[in-house]
T-cell receptor, first 117, second 115 residues
Framework: GAGVSQTPSNKVTEKGKYVELRCDPISGHTALYWYRQSLGQGPEFLIYFQGTGAADDSGLPNDRFFAVRPEGSVSTLKIQRTERGDSAVYLC???????????????FGPGTRLTVL | AQKVTQAQTEISVVEKEDVTLDCVYETRDTTYYLFWYKQPPSGELVFLIRRNSFDEQNEISGRYSWNFQKSTSSFNFTITASQVVDSAVYFCALSEAFGNEKLTFGTGTRLTIIP
């Protein structure tokens, strides 16, 4: 079956521009996570959705970052007024659900490499 | 707050040697999960293992084995008889067990197997 897909695979933009990164989770997965991986670092949590709602956005670095998941499936990460420090690989992961007492594996997409010039 | 430390930034070994990747974690949770992921040059994260904090039994899967020691907050990963295909960046990660399963990753260890 299809895994998690992310588009675009690469995005080059200029400082100050607005970008949108898209994540298509595995069909039926209600939990969706965004992570950011800077060069030489491990992925860092940004935001977690359970269904349509953002259950935890504590990892978003500032108010330039925003994410939506209006129908509980596809999610879009939006970055306003991009800065060079936003350059990283943005990873999306989905899982069946996040439920107390049981674990559901997160399946990662291939990522979107964002370069801000 | 949760934290994962992978002190080894880079390791190189000759093919067929054994190699151990270290992972030390910090958490206030009494129940949590520990993970190892592999990230080959292609970039995708490949899940290797998940361990529940209640289960301290060591695990072996082929050439891979994991040593979980709660007393020292460590979850080390050993590759036996390493192969060139094992070359990758390996990440240790931690998540709480209830509800939000966001992962806290270490900084990774880049493993190079020299043929």
């Amino acid at each position: 079956g299809a895994g998690v897909s992310q588009t675009p695979s690469n995005k080059v933009t200029e400082k100050g521009k607005y970008v949108e990164l898209r994540c298509d989770p595995i069909s039926g997965h209600t939990a969706l996570y965004w992570y950011r991986q800077s060069l030489g670092q491990g992925p860092e949590f940004l935001i977690y959705f359970q269904g349509t709602g953002a259950a935890d956005d504590s990892g978003l670095p500032n108010d330039r970052f925003f994410a939506v998941r209006p129908e509980g499936s596809v999610s879009t990460l939006k970055i306003q007024r991009t800065e060079r420090g936003d350059s990283a690989v943005y990873l999306c992961a989905s899982s069946l659900t996040a439920r107390a007492g049981s674990y559901n594996e997160q399946f990662f997409g291939p990522g979107t490499r964002l370069t801000v010039l | 707050a949760q934290k994962v430390t992978q002190a080894q930034t880079e390791i190189s070994v000759v093919e067929k040697e054994d190699v151990t990747l270290d992972c030390v974690y910090e958490t206030r949770d009494t129940t949590y999960y520990l993970f190892w992921y592999k990230q080959p040059p292609s970039g995708e994260l490949v899940f290797l293992i998940r361990r529940n904090s209640f289960d301290e039994q060591n695990e072996i899967s082929g050439r891979y084995s994991w040593n979980f020691q709660k007393s020292t907050s460590s979850f080390n990963f050993t590759i036996t008889a390493s192969q060139v295909v094992d070359s990758a960046v390996y990440f240790c990660a931690l998540s709480e067990a209830f509800g939000n399963e966001k992962l806290t990753f270490g900084t990774g260890t880049r493993l190079t197997i020299i043929p």
